[in-house]
C-alpha cells in the first residue's frame, strides 16, 4: 500500500526553523516530481515547492522563496522542506504529494506548522 507520511512540523517562534521530512512507502519517490503545498485556516491550498525527479531542480513560490529549501535522499527513500526565517503567515498544514498539482496521485495526511510567538 502507497503511502506518504509528512513529519516534523511544530510551534516554532517568528523567525525560527523548521524542517518537515516526506518518507514514502511501497513507492520510490526519486521517480516522482514532488510537490510541497500547504494549507492554512480559511484559505484554498497553495503550492510550495516543485521537485523535479528528472535534474532535482525546484521551483519555489515568491512566497518562500529564499526561505524554503528542498531536498531529496534517494537512499532513504525521502525528501525534505528545510523552511527557515518562518513568518506567521508560514502557519498552515504542509503537505508532500508525487506531483506538482492538485491532481497529484499520492498525498500524505499533512503536518502543522505553527508560527508564533
Known amino acids: 500500500q502507497v503511502q506518504l507520511v509528512e513529519s516534523g512540523g511544530g510551534l516554532v517562534q517568528p523567525g525560527g526553523s523548521l524542517r518537515l521530512s516526506c518518507a514514502a512507502s511501497a513507492l520510490t519517490l526519486a521517480n516522482y516530481a514532488i510537490g510541497w503545498f500547504r494549507q492554512a485556516p480559511g484559505k484554498e491550498r497553495e503550492g510550495v515547492s516543485c521537485?523535479?525527479?528528472?535534474?532535482?531542480?525546484?521551483f519555489y513560490a515568491n512566497a518562500v522563496k529564499g526561505r524554503f529549501t528542498v531536498s531529496r535522499d534517494n537512499a532513504k527513500n525521502m525528501v525534505y522542506l528545510q523552511m527557515n526565517s518562518l513568518k506567521p503567515e508560514d502557519t498552515a498544514v504542509y503537505y508532500c504529494a508525487t506531483d506538482c498539482h492538485d491532481l497529484a496521485r499520492y498525498w500524505g495526511q499533512g503536518t502543522q506548522v505553527t508560527v508564533s510567538s
Open positions: 521537485t523535479s525527479n528528472r535534474d532535482s531542480s525546484t
